[in-house]
């Protein structure tokens, strides 16, 4: 079991920065494979990005590679997505979420879920 809460949403404007944070307790934190997911109205839920437990490997979706980055502190217990290059179409609902036993890319694998922070681009 994992509890996670998730911080730093907001309103930037198209080409800002936000860096979103979530500390998680329960579980030891290095066991699980973490990520952010994102979902938008009207549109699928996506995951954004993942790290593996050592912090050596990660995933990101087309739409964000090259501008977003994630990077977990297992000391801290805590996974971060440091967002620039902000665009409209980034604007929705961030989930910090993990799984257990296993890494898989996308979103039906992480099985836990904080309460999620909104993110808006706009001019």
Known sequence: QVQL?????????PGGSLRLACPASGRPFSTYTLGWLRQAPGKARELV???VWSGGSTYYSD?????FTI?????KNTVYLQM????????????????????????????????GTQVTVSP
């Open 71 to 75: 990077t977990r502190d297992n000391a």
């Open 63 to 67: 739409s964000v590679k090259g501008r």
């Open 84 to 115: 620039n290059s902000l665009k409209p179409e980034d604007t929705a609902d961030y989930y910090c979420a993990a799984q257990s036993g296993g890494t898989y890319y996308a979103p039906q694998y992480f099985g836990y879920w904080g309460q």
């Open 49 to 51: 990005a993942a790290i």
């Open 5 to 13: 809460v998730e911080s730093g949403g907001g309103v930037v404007q």
